[in-house]
């Protein structure tokens, strides 16, 4: 069975220093791994992904994310945290076998202090 | 701007009420998604629409009802729903359903209050 496990709930970062979101994964194939962003009151906004090639994927607004198959990890990070960059982040696997879907975590909260 | 639209985005609802949510996507894309997102919980996903056919059915209640018209429109229509299904929905599209690789589109969602 696929899942994805994000270990912390809520992550706490000065503004200005670096920020990592953990993200693991449990797949039966090849994974497809994924980040979105949800700020308050908004749906999911795409971040980034990681299909093939390179194990860091750089995105949107600065963040970019490291795939490690070893660890089965894809934890996303950014140099530099911005307070706007607060918000409820979510890792997520797709396979290419099965029902071909998205598989989420359950969310981790960042805030970013001023 | 997502290129993918909900309406409405607050909905409050009694359990006999019949009223249903709209989604649009202006994206060109093949397949749609409703996905459920309750607190503390992964985001659910209820159904899947690829060229206007259901193509998966998450053991949804019978009170969840979709429809897709056409491959830019999507709507769930909801009667005699309960408390515990007041949640924010969320519609999604990607271009096609069987490519592993795409990236699933959200919109903002609609959050629903039933009482």
């Known amino acids: 069975a696929q899942s994805v496990a994000q270990p912390e709930d809520q992550v706490n970062v000065a503004e200005g220093n670096p920020l990592t979101v953990k993200c693991t994964y449990s797949v039966s194939g090849n994974p497809y791994l994924f980040w979105y962003v949800q700020y308050p009151n908004r749906g999911l906004q795409f971040l980034l992904k990681y299909i093939t090639g390179d194990n860091l994927v750089k995105g949107s607004y600065g963040f970019e994310a490291e795939f490690n198959k070893s660890q089965t990890s894809f934890h996303l990070k950014k140099p530099s945290a911005l307070v706007s960059d607060s918000a409820l982040y979510f890792c997520a696997v797709r396979v290419l076998t099965g029902a071909n879907n998205l598989f989420f975590g359950t969310g981790t909260r960042l805030t970013v202090i001023p | ?115």
């Open chain 2, 1 to 115: 701007e997502t290129g993918v639209t909900q309406t409405p985005r607050h909905l409050v609802m009694g359990m006999t009420n019949k009223k249903s949510l709209k989604c649009e996507q202006h994206l060109g894309h093949n397949a749609m998604y409703w996905y459920k997102q309750s607190a503390k919980k992964p985001l659910e996903l209820m159904f899947v629409y690829s060229l206007e056919e259901r193509v998966e059915n998450n053991s949804v209640p019978s009170r969840f009802s979709p429809e897709c018209p056409n491959s830019s429109h999507l709507f769930l229509h909801l009667h005699t729903l309960q408390p515990e299904d007041s949640a924010l929905y969320l519609c999604a599209s990607s271009q096609d359903r069987k490519r592993t690789g795409n990236t699933i589109y959200f919109g903002e969602g609609s959050w629903l209050t039933v009482v």
